[in-house]
């Protein structure tokens, strides 16, 4: 009777050893599940800060290109005017000037 009551009991150890099994297992694939998720939402929101990054720093440059660029078309546009104004004062004076280097050319001095 004995040996029955112990077959018994060791039957019941056996079967609470499978439910243990089957518990710490369904918590493992749990767990592994769940990190799973985690791992892909992370990727999933440092793509999007990525992104973010990018568009930003995209923007950035082209603010900066576009500043550099016209900043050079204002500074032709600049030396544009500069060039006319010193080209209408040269014309302006071209005679004045020719008068004088004409009229000390030819004065004699005694």
Do not use: F
């Not at 767990?31 to 929101?45: C, G, S, V």
């Not at 302006?92 to 000037?97: F, G, H, R, S, W």
């Amino acid at each position: 009777m004995e040996s029955i009551k112990g077959q018994g009991g060791i039957q019941m150890l056996l079967t609470a050893e499978q439910e243990a099994q089957h518990i710490v297992s369904s918590a493992r694939n749990l767990k592994i599940t769940r990190l799973k998720q985690a791992k892909d939402e992370a990727e999933k929101d440092v793509a999007l800060y990525r992104s973010n990054l990018e568009a930003e720093y995209q923007k950035n440059l082209s603010d900066v290109t576009s500043c550099e660029s016209s900043g050079a078309k204002r500074l032709e546009e600049e030396t544009e005017v500069r060039i006319k104004n010193l080209k209408g004062s040269a014309s302006e004076a071209k005679q004045d000037i020719v008068s004088m280097v004409i009229k000390y050319v030819t004065t004699v001095k005694a």
